[in-house]
């Protein structure tokens, strides 16, 4: 399923470029335009589900591919040994700017706490 007005949903269809850095059956890898650490990933699903708000509709198939892929692309890009933090934003109270679910691979910093 596809949103054509997403912008994740574009980025996933080729219409918008965006610096990918790893794909796999379910998931889309790409740098953050808006870095909040010196490495800031976002992992996406292909399908459009608009938050983690939906996590009860959608197929674990799915979800435990986002979650491998976030661990992969940690490692990959050297966060795995040192540390690195893996968020999700649920809807505008929660600081989700775009209504499709992603998560932020953040490292190559110490993460302080609370975070916001």
Request: aromatic fraction near 4%; glycine fraction near 8%.
């Given at each position: 399923?596809?949103d054509?007005d997403c912008i994740?949903?574009?980025?996933v269809?080729?219409e918008?470029?965006a610096?990918r850095?790893?794909?796999?059956e379910?998931a889309?890898?790409?740098e953050?335009?808006?870095?909040?650490?010196?490495v800031?990933c976002?992992?996406i699903?292909?399908?459009?589900?608009?938050?983690?708000?939906?996590?009860a509709?959608?197929?674990?198939?799915i979800?435990?591919?986002?979650l491998r892929t976030?661990?992969?692309?940690a490692?990959?890009?050297g966060?795995?040994?040192d540390g690195w933090?893996l968020?999700t934003?649920?809807?505008r109270d929660g600081?989700?700017t775009?209504?499709h679910?992603?998560l932020?691979?953040l490292?190559?910093?110490?993460?302080r706490?609370?975070?916001?």
């Amino acid at each position: 399923m596809r949103d054509p007005d997403c912008i994740f949903c574009k980025i996933v269809a080729g219409e918008i470029p965006a610096k990918r850095v790893m794909e796999t059956e379910h998931a889309l890898v790409f740098e953050d335009l808006n870095p909040a650490a010196p490495v800031h990933c976002l992992v996406i699903p292909k399908t459009h589900i608009p938050s983690a708000n939906d996590f009860a509709t959608v197929d674990a198939e799915i979800l435990a591919d986002l979650l491998r892929t976030a661990a992969a692309v940690a490692e990959k890009l050297g966060l795995a040994e040192d540390g690195w933090r893996l968020v999700t934003n649920i809807n505008r109270d929660g600081g989700q700017t775009v209504g499709h679910l992603h998560l932020h691979v953040l490292g190559g910093r110490p993460m302080r706490w609370p975070p916001g």
